[in-house]
């Protein structure tokens, strides 16, 4: 599965922001699609997830109850809707994808950067 990550940008704080990632060739390896963020100098952090097919997404701490995850299978498109942005969610936000059973995800999108400043 090839992703391309995408809706990135500049925002003040407080605004919002939705991200996507645009899944082509097979869902095969879709069966968890996460994101994860990196800011500069900082490691990649796990931002939320969800299985492709069914379930409620996870969140980290840090941006539970202002990030969404949704997806539309039609378009085999994963989106996180962020809201409440803040100076410290400025990072590369990249989407990727594991198959079931794996405990790696092995097909990682480019990465959308996305800045929250005033």
């Known amino acids: 599965v090839q992703l391309q990550a995408s809706g990135g940008g500049l925002v003040q704080p407080g605004g919002s922001l939705r991200l996507s990632c645009a899944a082509s060739?097979?869902?095969?390896?879709?069966?968890?699609m996460g994101w994860f963020r990196q800011a500069p100098g900082e490691e990649r952090e796990f931002v939320g997830a969800?299985?492709?097919?069914?379930?409620?997404?996870s969140y980290s701490d840090s941006v539970k109850d202002r990030f969404t995850i949704s997806r539309d299978k039609s378009k085999k498109t994963v989106y996180l809707q962020m809201h409440n942005l803040k100076p410290e969610d400025t990072a590369v936000y990249y989407c990727a994808s594991k198959p079931r059973g794996e405990a790696l995800y092995n097909s990682w999108g480019q990465g959308t950067q996305v800045t929250v400043s005033s």
């Open positions: 060739g097979s869902t095969f390896g879709m069966y968890v």
């Open positions: 969800t299985m492709w097919s069914a379930g409620s997404p």
